[in-house]
């Protein structure tokens, strides 16, 4: 079993829809959440970091934890073809320098 | 303010061959990450360097090794390329531990 899994889509909506993209875990000791956006021949660019469990809201992302499910959600709200592009969520915790990756979810927001 | 820079963006290497990536972290970035991507898969943690050392290192043979200087900057080297190291090879700077990564755009190499 890998330790993060998530669907690679590709996930197909329309300008303005609500998306959801989520990651599950079999590790219980991680502590911190991200979710890194890609665009084609770039590198990650960080969009949310949280700790622990919750949510936290930054402008039309929200972020989500449930870590007794070990499962983690982004949402994008009023979404736009500027969002078209690969969410990749990434985990650790307080014991290690390194974060383990999903593969990544490939959204496509159309006109 | 300058992040994360990667040089060379493309690299074209034969089998059996070395290479030597470079990074300049994002200024005020003291730790520097090494990570490879293989094609429609997440990044891969390669090592972390603080203070000039290797701090930690993940599941990557002996082949690949790297070096901090100073100034922060970071360099990757593969040697005996494998047709199986083809990848983007990306650079990610922090400071402080758990506070998310700045990326860098990545070299691309392709070993034939």
């Known amino acids: 079993q890998k330790e993060v899994e998530q669907d690679p889509g590709p996930l197909s909506v329309p300008e303005g829809a609500i998306v959801s993209l989520n990651c599950t875990y079999s590790?219980?000791?991680?502590?911190?959440f991200m979710w890194y956006r890609q665009y084609s021949r770039k590198g990650p660019e960080l969009l949310m970091y949280t700790y622990s469990s919750g949510n936290k809201e930054d402008g039309r992302f929200t972020a989500q934890v449930d870590k007794s499910s070990k499962y983690i959600s982004l949402f994008i709200r009023d979404s736009q073809p500027s969002d078209s592009a690969t969410y990749l969520c990434a985990l650790t915790t307080s014991g290690t320098y390194k974060y383990i990756f999903g593969t990544g979810t490939r959204l496509k927001v159309l006109a | 303010d300058a992040g994360v820079t990667q040089s060379p963006t493309h690299l074209i290497k034969t089998r059996g061959q070395q290479v030597t990536l470079r990074c300049s972290p994002k200024s005020g970035h003291d730790t520097v990450s090494w990570y490879q991507q293989a094609l429609g898969q997440g990044p891969q943690f390669i090592f972390q360097y603080y203070e000039e050392e290797e701090r930690q290192r993940g599941n990557f043979p002996d082949r690949f090794s790297g070096h901090q200087f100073p100034n922060y900057s970071s360099e990757l080297n593969v040697n005996a390329l494998l047709l199986g190291d083809s990848a983007l090879y990306l650079c990610?700077?922090?400071?402080?531990?758990?506070?998310?990564?700045?990326f860098g755009s990545g070299t691309r190499l392709t070993v034939v």
């Open positions: 590790n219980s000791a991680f502590q911190y």
């Open positions: 990610a700077s922090s400071s402080g531990q758990h506070y998310g990564y700045t």
